[in-house]
C-alpha cells in the first residue's frame, strides 16, 4: 500500500511540474513531454473521485433490514419526532437546491476536464512543427536550388508558409548569427536578414501585386500588397504570417491637385504597382514607383522631378541597397562644376521609406576626372561623398 502511495506522490509530482513547464509564462513542451502531460492528467482525473461530499443512503428499517443491525436509543435531549415541528417550503426548498447543485457539480467538473485536455491537444496540434515536410512543385524546388546558391548557410533554406500566392522562406546566413525571410510572390521576391538578437521582434516583407479588383475606369488604378511576418517559438522554430491587403483607394486619387497630373502621367509609364511622393527637391518632387517588367521581377524607382533623373532596381535590391540619384548644377558659359546634390531613398526594416539630400560643392580630381562633392562633418571637416554611378577611389 505505502509503495502505491509513493508511486502516486511521484506522478502527482511530475504532473505538476510538467503543467507549469507548460502553462507557465515562458512554457514549452516537446511532443513527448506534452504526451506524458496528457497521460498523467487523464490518470488524475480517473483516479479523483467528484462526488466524496454525496451522503450514502442509509438502509430502511422496514422487514429486510438485518438482524445485526440494532437501533440506538435517541439522546434525552432530542425531541421526539412527534414534537418536531413540520419543514417549511422554504427549508424543503433549500434542501433540494442543495441537492441539486451537487448532482449539478459532478457533470461540470467532467466537462472542465473534457475541455482542458482538448485545449492541450489543440495547443500542440497548432504550434507544434510539423513532422511531414512541406512539400513543394518542382518549380518550387527549383527556386529552392536557386536560394542556396545565393549566400544562405548550406541547408538552411526551408519553405515555412504558403497562401495568398505566396511563398515564405526561411534562412540562415554566417553560421546561424542571421536569420532571413524570402517572400516570393510570382517571379518578385524580397528578402530581408537580421541578426539573432535584432530578430526578436521579427522579420518582415512586403509585395506589390496588381489588385484583384482594379477599377475599369481610366484615371482609376488600384494595386493589392502581400506581406509576410516573421516571428519565432519558444522552441525557436519560425512562424509566418502571409496576408493579402488592398488598397484603400486608388493610385491617383490620393494625389492632391498639384501632384494628380504628374501621377496619371507616371501611372502611364508603368508605374501602377505602387507610387507616393517621398519629399521634394527645388520645389519639385520626388517620387517612388513601382512598376512590373514583361520578363523578370518587378522594379522600384527613384524619380526626381526637378531635371528628371531616376534610378531603378529590383524590389529587392531597393529595400537592401536603397536607391540614389546626382544632379550636378554646371556654369553654362564656362562649363565649369559648380556644385552637386545627391538625392536619395533608404529603407527601415519595415521598408519604410526616408529620403535625405545631400548638397555641396563639387570637386574634380584632376588626375581621375572624377567628380565628387564636399560637404562638411560636425567636426567642421571636410566629408567627400562620391557621386552615384561613379566608382570611388581607394
Do not use: K
Not at 42 to 57: G, K, S, V, W, Y
Request: aromatic share 6%.
Amino acid at each position: 500500500m505505502r509503495a502505491e502511495t509513493d508511486g502516486e506522490d511521484a506522478a502527482a509530482a511530475e504532473r505538476r511540474a510538467l503543467e507549469r513547464a507548460a502553462y507557465g509564462r515562458d512554457g514549452g513542451l516537446d511532443a513527448a513531454a506534452a504526451r506524458r502531460l496528457q497521460e498523467l492528467q487523464e490518470e488524475h482525473r480517473r483516479l479523483t473521485p467528484f462526488a466524496q461530499d454525496e451522503p450514502m443512503e442509509s438502509p430502511s428499517a422496514g422487514d429486510d433490514a438485518p438482524e445485526s443491525v440494532t437501533a440506538r436509543p435517541a439522546p434525552e435531549d432530542v425531541p421526539a419526532a412527534e414534537d418536531t415541528p413540520p419543514a417549511t417550503p422554504d427549508d424543503v426548498s433549500r434542501t433540494e437546491a442543495s441537492a441539486a447543485n451537487r448532482r449539478g457539480l459532478v457533470p461540470v467538473l467532467v466537462a472542465s476536464a473534457a475541455l482542458l485536455a482538448i485545449g492541450v491537444g489543440a495547443g500542440w496540434a497548432l504550434f507544434a512543427p510539423r513532422s511531414d515536410a512541406f512539400r513543394l512543385t518542382e518549380a518550387q524546388e527549383d527556386r529552392r536550388i536557386a536560394l542556396a546558391g545565393e549566400g544562405y548557410d548550406p541547408g538552411s533554406v526551408r519553405p515555412v508558409a504558403e497562401a495568398e500566392g505566396a511563398l515564405a522562406w526561411f534562412a540562415t546566413q554566417d553560421d546561424g548569427a542571421s536569420r532571413c525571410l524570402i517572400l516570393d510572390v510570382g517571379t518578385d521576391s524580397q528578402s530581408t536578414c537580421l541578426a539573432g538578437e535584432e530578430a526578436g521582434p521579427g522579420l518582415y516583407a512586403s509585395l506589390p501585386v496588381p489588385s484583384s479588383a482594379a477599377d475599369a475606369e481610366e484615371d482609376s488604378f488600384s494595386f493589392d500588397s502581400v506581406t509576410a511576418v516573421m516571428l519565432f517559438s519558444t522552441t525557436d522554430e519560425p512562424m509566418v504570417s502571409i496576408q493579402r491587403w488592398g488598397g484603400s483607394s486608388t493610385l491617383v486619387a490620393q494625389f492632391g491637385e498639384a501632384e494628380r497630373a504628374r501621377a496619371e502621367e507616371l501611372v502611364g509609364d508603368g508605374y501602377d504597382l505602387n507610387l507616393s511622393v517621398l519629399g521634394s527637391f527645388r520645389e519639385q518632387p520626388v517620387w517612388l514607383g513601382d512598376r512590373s517588367t514583361e520578363s523578370g521581377p518587378s522594379q522600384r524607382c527613384l524619380i526626381v522631378d526637378a531635371d528628371g533623373s531616376r534610378q531603378c532596381a529590383t524590389i529587392d535590391e531597393a529595400v537592401q541597397s536603397g536607391l540614389r540619384v546626382q544632379l550636378l548644377d554646371v556654369d553654362q558659359e564656362t562649363g565649369e562644376l559648380l556644385s552637386a546634390s545627391v538625392i536619395e531613398v533608404d529603407f527601415t526594416r519595415w521598408q519604410t521609406p526616408y529620403l535625405t539630400v545631400t548638397s555641396g560643392p563639387a570637386v574634380v580630381d584632376e588626375a581621375t576626372g572624377e567628380s565628387y562633392l564636399v560637404t562638411t562633418g560636425p567636426p567642421g571637416d571636410p566629408i567627400r561623398v562620391d557621386i552615384p554611378g561613379r566608382e570611388p577611389e581607394d
